[in-house]
């Protein structure tokens, strides 16, 4: 059963907005996602934490200036996700503008796995690299960072992941997560803190009169990428994260972008002029995460760094038909799972894990999620890995923090599992294969232990009621200007409606005309082949629908029941 549940709002917070000159829908949106004063909604590159404000940078920034002047040859090492590959692409980008001499590798999804290990320390040196920098990994490579050291290579690790119980040795750790750092924004994606790394090496530079020559290189203009990963990456969008993010809609919105970012747009049929974070995590994001899923991320990079853009373009395409190949196999493979979960008793169980032996590695995270999302229970789901092993990939729902759960079966069962990483609400692991019962049991075990009943009850979150004037094409295209994500969710209302037509598309998706007060409205249910009752009370979401040139406000219905 899903529960529909409006948030609380103060109705003096949003007199307060609207005081302050926020749009009245606005103002009451902000009132129920925290906001209390309009500074919070500055997105200003002066509103900004400053990047010394991030421990590490300056250590990081004359680590790295050291290593320009000498002439000194780097290699970032980067992960094969969308933050991954943006991150270092702003590496790449902002180095080469300094004048570095810098290279890239990322890991094989299947064949190295994830982060620094001492193997790809073994591939990284065949570069000779005097310094190796890790984007988006690192914090967990001990072994790895002490192989590079043997090596003689220094290591600068920039990541945004939760440390485990030991460090890695490393000349400096950029990290919003690591101990004793004090940045106030820790959810900064792994782009972020490469950013932020950069920002802290130009004013390095700046000191040292690196720019009284030339022209000092402008890292807005990097603030495309910036925004693609932060929003791809699902991290929390606080308020110096909706800066970031901000600042790149704006600069798609106007003409300014890479030309790997333009050609993304492209080969997703998206129009940057009208840039939002819908289009960063759901058509963007996914083509650049197929190349690491089903390919090599170096394809997703080279689309990125390339100022060329008719290679760019082609590279898009080719993005765009590994996703869709990702999309045939994550189909067939959520098949499977819907077959295994035939019967499951979802009341009787706090967790899911799955495992088809002929499931594909780049993928499990995808199928974790929409299990997760169909059924409302932490989801892990594995696939083969190395020889005897299977690697894991789980979702959670809010109240169970997932990475911390799997530090729980560790510390019950300290054989169990081989390897893990991750986030509150995404995690990876490596098992043995003959120990996944085992696993099964554990993590039940934990994850029933740490959830309550209520917990475990589907919950969607509305913003109430939408007064007739607001359901408008006007209110659709305001709402896609802001910026919403994670933790600061895109609004969702709900209302009860007439149910005055209805049909289904393609055998999978209703399509209804709704219903309220003398006026109708175009709605659509994707995935949900069930008719709708005569009325209805329904969640949705306001979107905008093109159709041969027409602009018209479409409802978008997450829910719906019997009113």
């Known amino acids: 059963m899903i529960q529909i549940q409006p948030r609380a709002i103060s109705q003096r917070t949003v007199a307060a907005l609207m005081d302050a000159g926020v749009h009245p829908l606005l103002a009451r949106l902000y009132a129920a996602r925290g906001i209390r004063a309009r500074n919070e909604l500055d997105y200003g590159l002066r509103a900004l934490l400053p990047p010394d404000a991030l421990t590490g940078t300056r250590e990081a920034a004359v680590l790295l200036a050291d290593a320009i002047e000498a002439g000194a040859r780097m290699v970032i090492v980067a992960d094969y996700d969308c933050d991954g590959a943006t991150a270092c692409a702003v590496g790449i980008r902002a180095l080469r503008a300094f004048g570095a001499d810098v290279h890239y590798l990322v890991p094989d999804r299947v064949t190295l796995g994830y982060g620094l290990t001492p193997a790809m ?20 490579s001990v072994e790895g960072i002490a192989a590079a050291r043997a090596h003689g290579m220094a290591t600068l690790i920039t990541d945004h992941h939760l440390p485990g119980d030991e460090l890695p040795e490393a000349d400096v750790i950029v990290n919003p997560n690591q101990p004793g750092c004090d940045f106030p924004s820790k959810c900064l994606a792994g782009v972020g803190a490469m950013f932020y790394t950069m920002l802290a090496l130009r004013a390095e530079l700046r000191e040292r009169g690196a720019f009284e020559n030339g022209r000092e290189p402008n890292l807005g203009d990097l603030l495309d990428l910036v925004a693609l990963g932060t929003v791809a990456d699902v991290v ?37 002029a009208r840039a939002s974070g819908f289009d960063l995590g759901f058509a963007l994001g996914p083509r650049l995460n197929a190349a690491g899923r089903l390919s090599d991320m170096s394809l997703g990079i080279e689309c990125l760094i390339t100022d060329d853009p008719g290679r760019a373009l082609n590279i898009a395409q080719e993005l765009d038909k590994l996703n869709r190949e990702r999309r045939s196999i994550e189909a067939e493979m959520q098949e499977e799972a819907a ?79 081989v390897r893990f990483g991750g986030h509150a609400m995404a995690a990876g692991l490596t098992i043995r294969e003959a120990d996944y019962p085992r696993f099964r049991e554990a993590f039940e075990e934990v994850v029933s232990g740490l959830l309550e009943p209520a917990d475990l009850q589907r919950r969607i979150e509305t913003d109430g009621a939408l007064e007739t004037g607001y359901l408008s094409l006007d209110s659709a295209r305001l709402l896609d200007q802001e910026i919403w994500g994670q933790g600061f969710p895109a609004p969702v209302f709900n209302d009860v409606f007439r149910v005055e037509r209805q049909r289904l598309l393609k055998e999978r998706h209703l399509k209804l005309e709704l219903g ?48």
């Open 121 to 140: 320390v073994e591939i990284a040196a065949r570069l000779e690299p005097d310094l190796l920098i890790t984007v988006d990994n690192g914090i967990a």
């Open 236 to 272: 929390k969008l606080d308020h110096n994260n909706r800066i970031l993010v901000s600042q790149g809609l704006q600069r798609m919105r106007a003409g300014r972008m890479q030309p790997g970012i333009r050609a993304l747009f492209a080969a997703a049929g998206r129009d940057p």
């Open 339 to 417: 077959a295994r979960l035939e019967g499951f008793d979802a009341e009787g169980n706090a967790s899911i894990a799955l495992f088809e032996p002929d499931w594909h590695q780049g993928v499990i995270g995808i199928v974790a999620g929409r299990i997760k999302e169909r059924l409302h229970r932490p989801t892990v789901a594995f696939a083969r890995g190395n020889e005897g092993e299977l690697k894991g990939s789980g979702r959670s729902i809010p109240g169970l923090h997932l990475r911390d759960a799997l530090d729980l079966v560790t510390k019950r069962h300290p054989d169990l599992i």
């Open 516 to 563: 309220k007060q003398g006026s109708r409205y175009e709605a659509i249910r994707f995935n949900h082949a069930d008719g709708a009752p005569d009325t209805i009370h329904a969640a949705f979401r306001l979107a905008v629908n093109e159709y041969n040139g027409v602009s018209s406000v479409q409802l978008m219905l997450e829910h719906f029941e019997a009113a």
